[in-house]
């Protein structure tokens, strides 16, 4: 199916603190492609006992006139369509921007206990969505990191690339990213965290542990050289890391100072979709730049 290419951002009343809106306007200026803001009114807030609905409409539109006006003032900011609608916010964020380049929502601050519930509107947006959703911490700014995009791949020789639903996760991340790296003139670099399985560890010699990181570190520099081919303008790195995937690549986009780190996601049937996988949700909540979550075959 063609890629209609548009950059949908949804906004809520804390537009002003999440840094959705700025991330969208870059990318949208950086692909020289159209930009279209999304507010829903959620569905039950007009159902609130002593809520009038038409002051929640009333609100609604205040806040998509106060984005307008906000885009106007921006110097470069490009032409945007402002798309309002009523229902479920994450089901209807995913559905408006079907079929389209992206789409961009805020993640807010997040708390010891906030981060124990699963259920807020990034996350279930990443389940439900079937174009790429890009999550952008709050109070982000385009100066926040100048590092390299990341590309974060799982997989290894034992677990095939001729696999077609892993080769179609593969390819669509490091798509994703190194087309974000050429459009910043940036390096990409491809990030994998691997570990022994516990069930080896207790008695595997060191020499056949280094053993594994070299094969690890050649099957991903073979990937890496084939995307140098389909993309001679980009640097593509290869950083492979021993310890726990998330902390392996929470730390990654720390210490290269990552612009945007791009992770895979495949819904294999109807309960998978309403659960972001346990890497995704983990990366979103720690991680401090850009997430952008791609599925098989976007």
Not at 73 to 82: F, I, S
Request: charged share 20%; proline share 7%; aromatic share 6%.
């Amino acid at each position: 199916m063609a890629v209609k290419p548009v950059i949908h951002v949804g906004v809520d009343r804390s537009w002003r603190d999440t840094g959705a809106l700025e991330w969208a306007l870059q990318e949208s200026l950086l692909r020289q492609e159209p930009l279209e803001v999304v507010h829903v009114i959620d569905e039950h807030l007009r159902q609130v006992p002593g809520w009038d609905p038409e002051l929640v409409d009333d609100a609604a539109m205040d806040l998509v006139n106060d984005v307008q006006k906000y885009l106007d003032e921006t110097p470069g900011a490009p032409d945007c369509e402002m798309d309002l609608t009523v229902g479920p916010p994450a089901r209807s964020l995913a559905a408006v921007a079907a079929g389209s380049r992206m789409l961009v929502v805020g993640r807010r601050g997040l708390g010891t206990f906030k981060r124990l519930l699963i259920g807020s509107t990034s996350e279930a947006v990443v389940a439900l969505a079937a174009v790429p959703v890009v999550i952008v911490p709050e109070h982000w700014k385009p100066s926040d990191h100048t590092g390299p995009v990341l590309a974060a791949l799982d997989g290894s020789p034992d677990n095939p690339a001729d696999n077609p639903a892993d080769a179609a996760e593969k390819g669509a991340v490091l798509e994703f990213a190194i087309s974000a790296a050429a459009e910043r003139q940036l390096p990409a670099r491809i990030v994998h965290v691997w570990d022994i399985p516990a069930v080896f560890t207790w008695d595997m010699p060191s020499a056949a542990s280094a053993e594994w990181a070299e094969t690890e570190q050649r099957y991903f520099e073979d990937v890496a050289t084939e995307w140098r081919r389909k993309y001679p303008d980009v640097t593509v790195q290869v950083e492979v890391r021993r310890g726990h995937v998330i902390d392996g690549l929470v730390t990654a986009t720390e210490q290269n100072d990552a612009q945007l780190l791009v992770v895979g996601s495949r819904h294999h049937n109807r309960l998978a979709s309403l659960v972001a996988g346990s890497v995704t949700r983990g990366v979103l909540h720690h991680a401090a730049c850009p997430l952008a979550v791609v599925p098989a075959g976007a």
